[in-house]
């Protein structure tokens, strides 16, 4: 508990901490669907082979994106 008083007793610390602490919750709620560069590439590559086998929906004009979804069984 030494050590807490000494940081509490200065502002300067004070400050550090809280800066410390912020950087340590905004990696805890990281956004789980972020992705690496390569990760990205990769599903690029995919939905190119996907695209030319065939495996693709086509959005119908003046079909709203919730009825697309529904025609495709999504929804």
């Known amino acids: 508990m030494h050590d807490w008083n000494v940081i ?12 410390y602490m912020r950087r340590l919750v905004k990696e ?3 956004d789980p ?4 560069k390569e990760e ?5 590559d ?5 695209i030319a086998r065939g495996e693709y929906t ?6 709203s994106v919730e009825d697309m ?6 929804v």
């Open 33 to 36: 669907t972020l992705m690496t």
């Open 8 to 19: 509490s007793a200065d502002e300067s610390l004070m400050q550090r901490l809280a800066h």
């Open 69 to 74: 979804l529904k025609r495709c069984g999504y």
């Open 58 to 63: 086509v959005q119908l004009p003046g079909e």
């Open 28 to 30: 805890k709620e990281a």
């Open 40 to 44: 990205f590439y990769a599903k690029l």
């Open 46 to 50: 995919e939905a190119e082979r996907e």
